[in-house]
């Protein structure tokens, strides 16, 4: 089982659309959660940390699952500018720095 | 956004020569690393330093050399490569070397080995 497993994805869907991801996680000494969009044959970009009370930035949110061991991403409103690979990254505590990728889920938002 | 640049953004080079990637990185941070991202593959983490000190080294080929004069630059010395080293180099840093904190990525070097 890979530590960091995400939805295999595509995800196509229409502008305006609402869509989700989840992304599980094996190791229960996990620490620190991001999600991470990261455009055609560019770096990955930072969008956002994941507290354990949830957080918000504009039409997306965030949620941490610990009992469940996982976290998700929600986009609201989808645009056609959101359409790229969003990666989850997990921390374990024991393990400093390292962070363990997800194979990351692809997101088409169409017109 | 210039944080963390990388240099050059492509490289192509031959099995035998031996060439440098640069990574720079203008956050005041003090942990770097260098990843390789393969097409339709994830993220594979190479090496990391804390404080110009090595503190992962994940099973990389010695064709692969790492350098840290100092907190500000990495650089990852290449030689003898074989095609299948072809990929996406990217760098990264942090502030700390600490599950608490994100990392930022620099733009890259797509590298090709022929």
């Known amino acids: 089982r890979k530590e960091v497993e995400q939805d295999p994805g595509p995800f196509n869907v229409p502008e305006g659309a609402t869509v989700a991801f989840n992304c599980t996680y094996s190791?229960?000494?996990?620490?620190?959660f991001f999600w991470y969009r990261q455009d055609c044959r560019k770096e990955p970009k930072l969008l956002m940390s994941?507290?354990?009370s949830g957080n918000e930035d504009g039409r997306f949110t965030a949620q941490l699952n610990r009992a469940s061991q996982y976290i998700s991403l929600l986009i609201r409103d989808s645009k056609l500018s959101d359409s790229a690979t969003y990666l989850c990254v997990v921390k374990v505590q024991t393990n400093a720095g390292k962070s363990t990728f997800g194979d990351g889920t692809t997101l088409t938002v169409k017109p | 956004e210039t944080g963390v640049t990388q240099t050059p953004r492509h490289l192509v080079m031959g099995m035998t020569n031996k060439k440098s990637l640069k990574c720079e990185q203008h956050?005041?941070?003090?942990?770097m690393y260098w990843y390789k991202q393969s097409a339709k593959k994830p993220l594979e983490l190479m090496f990391v330093?804390?404080?110009?000190?090595?503190?992962e080294n994940n099973s990389v080929p010695s064709r692969f050399s790492p350098e840290c004069p100092n907190s500000s630059h990495l650089f990852l010395h290449l030689h003898t490569l074989q095609p299948e080293d072809s990929a996406l180099y990217l760098c990264a840093s942090s502030q700390e070397y600490s599950a608490s904190y994100e990392q930022y990525f620099g733009p890259g070097t797509r590298l090709t080995v022929t």
């Open positions: 956050l005041g941070h003090n942990a």
């Open positions: 330093y804390s404080l110009e000190e090595r503190v």
């Open positions: 190791n229960s000494a996990s620490q620190s």
């Open positions: 994941v507290y354990s």
